[in-house]
């Protein structure tokens, strides 16, 4: 089945750098890879999604890029504010049956300090 | 529109007993998927369905069980609870059909198993 890897699990950075966290997943048939966000004890919500025909995908100060070769997907964010600091989960979706499933990452908690 | 709708939002159960989580989605969101999330394992899937099929189940052992109901309501049970089965609860529903699509998670039910 699908893993998928997300690096680093603790992330620091001062307000106003930029932070990217990196995932590398291993079925070569995963072709949906969103990013949630979770804020402390909130739900997950989907920040950002890319799909495998496309390579990179921006929305505002986040983005996601894709490089299928290497089976591995990072998420950007530039300008951090306080307000990013949250645990972020990549995530990976295949084909046939197992695109009704989601693997996540175990998370990479990103401290933005001011 | 209301949001994911989990109950009950906490419960403590000793080990041997058995429980059972309710997720009603957002109305017109047929798929439904749970997820256990721990602070070592970050978000692990325990099965998906969409029209009252499980389309799709994670590793997780036989006490492990769910069902969806015509109004695409959603339960799932454990049973013979173990102290690792401590965890936060989350459904999520979408819209798609097909797989591949937004997570919209209810805030989860928390299981302590004593």
């Known amino acids: 089945g699908e893993n998928v890897e997300q690096h680093p699990s603790t992330l620091s950075v001062q307000e106003g750098d930029s932070a990217v966290i990196k995932c590398t997943y291993s079925?070569?048939?995963?072709?949906?890879f969103p990013w949630y966000k979770q804020e402390l004890g909130k739900r997950p919500q989907l920040i950002i999604d890319i799909r495998s025909n496309v390579g990179e995908k921006k929305d505002q100060r986040i983005a996601v890029t894709l490089n299928k070769t290497a089976k591995h997907f990072s998420l950007h964010i530039t300008e951090t504010q306080p307000e990013d600091s949250a645990v972020y989960f990549c995530?990976?979706?295949?084909?046939?049956?197992?695109?009704?499933?989601?693997?996540f990452g175990k998370g990479t908690l990103l401290t933005v300090n001011p | 529109k209301a949001g994911v709708t989990q109950t009950p939002r906490y419960l403590i159960k000793t080990r041997g007993q058995q429980v059972t989580l309710s997720c009603s989605p957002i109305?017109?969101?047929?798929?439904v998927s749970w997820y256990q999330q721990t602070p070592g394992q970050g978000l692990q899937f325990l099965f998906e369905?969409?029209?009252?099929?499980?389309?799709n189940k994670g590793n997780f052992p036989g006490r492990f069980s769910g069902r969806q109901f015509s109004n695409s309501r959603s339960e799932m049970n454990v049973s013979t609870l173990e102290l690792g089965d401590s965890a936060l609860y989350l459904c999520?529903?979408?819209?798609?059909?097909?797989?591949?699509?937004?997570?919209?998670f209810g805030e989860g039910s928390r299981l302590t198993v004593l």
């Open positions: 995530a990976a979706s295949g084909s046939g049956g197992s695109n009704y499933k989601l693997t």
């Open positions: 999520a529903s979408s819209l798609s059909t097909s797989g591949g699509g937004e997570l919209f």
């Open positions: 109305s017109g969101h047929r798929s």
């Open positions: 369905y969409f029209s009252e099929t499980q389309r």
């Open positions: 079925d070569s048939a995963s072709n949906y």
